[in-house]
């Protein structure tokens, strides 16, 4: 079995689903895939649908929970105290399973995740994950450029995170250092592994800040044109992260929002007309130069958004 961990609380319980039906149905064998859900206060009607819709492809479905002590002292911010589970792998994890894919619930996987396996060296690896391309908190961590990686997405040895205590480790540092961690989780997870983890290509968590790179900022980078256009083009992984990047949201940019639409209509969640005040709608769509840049930006996906619309 392929292990996948989410956690999510009720309120993205929609976006949930709609990461889970994309990855089973871009998976060739989804009988293969074992979701561990962490439970961050999830309702029976919101599980008893997931169950439903999860076990109907063939895919297996299971919850953790953690009492909410473990959460003692810790910032909700506005990610919830569901990002916080992954701290506590080794405890939520079951002992028998050796490696876990770990992606948040705001990600849309467009080809077959088992195929994730094909860049790791399975049996000598920590963590697999993909390089933050966006600007980066690594200074205040004492990290260098290109060493932080965004745990959107991470493929995780479990016997070494064990060995390492790296969950722990990184819990501790959380606790003791918050103004060091921006992101909560990924910072002090950052700051324990301390670069030594594997790099994945930057299509297994391609993010927003691709395309002004590609615009503007390609004499910054220690990355090839190529791969930033890869990763707009032909990802695998999608990861709506940002600022205004959510596509569930009505006045979202995102070029490949299209991509997240799509899969939500084959959940149990409907996606819901929002009004939205005159005032967002002049903030948000009144520039000229932001349609432009959208419109732009979204036809070097066409074949993308194509290819999954006909699906």
């Known amino acids: 079995m392929f292990n996948i961990f989410i956690s999510c609380d009720e309120n993205y319980a929609p976006h949930l689903a709609t990461t889970i039906v994309s990855i089973i149905s871009n998976c060739r064998t ?9 439970d961050g206060g999830l309702s029976s009607l919101t599980t008893s649908r997931l169950n439903k819709m999860i076990k109907s492809k063939g895919a297996a479905v299971e919850y953790v929970y953690l009492d909410e002590e473990k959460f003692e002292g810790l910032e909700v911010k506005r990610y919830g105290l569901s990002i916080y589970f992954r701290l506590y792998l080794d405890e939520v994890i079951s002992e028998d399973i050796t490696d876990v894919l770990c992606i948040d619930c705001d990600t849309v996987v467009v080809s077959d995740i088992l195929n994730i396996t094909k860049h790791v060296n399975m049996d000598d690896y920590t963590i697999a994950a993909v390089e933050n391309i966006g600007r980066s908190p690594y200074k205040p961590l004492g990290l ?50 301390k670069g030594q983890w594997t790099k994945l290509p930057i299509t297994w968590n391609a993010q927003r800040p691709a395309y002004k790179i590609i615009e503007k900022r390609l004499a910054e980078q ?28 009505a006045h979202s940019l995102h070029p490949l929002k299209t991509l997240y639409i799509i899969y939500r209509r084959k959940t149990p969640w409907p996606l819901k007309s929002q009004k939205i005040s005159l005032h967002r709608k002049i903030k948000f769509y009144a520039s000229v130069q932001k349609l432009y840049l959208y419109n732009k930006r979204k036809k070097m996906s066409k074949q993308l958004i194509d290819a999954h619309s006909r699906a």
């Not at 293969?32 to 962490?38: H, T």
């Not at 695998?236 to 600022?243: D, F, P, Q, T």
């Open 222 to 249: 220690h990355r090839p044109e190529h791969e930033f256009v890869e990763s707009i083009q032909a990802p695998n992984v999608i990861h709506y992260m940002g600022k205004n990047s959510k596509p569930w949201d």
């Open 30 to 38: 989804p009988e293969m895939l074992n979701f561990i859900i962490g």
């Open 144 to 193: 260098q450029k290109g060493d932080y990686f965004n745990c959107g997405l991470m493929l995780i040895n479990m016997n070494q995170w064990r060995k390492k205590n790296i969950g722990k480790k990184a819990l501790s540092f959380l606790r003791k250092h918050p103004e060091l961690c921006l992101y909560p989780e990924q910072s002090s997870l950052n700051k324990i592994i």
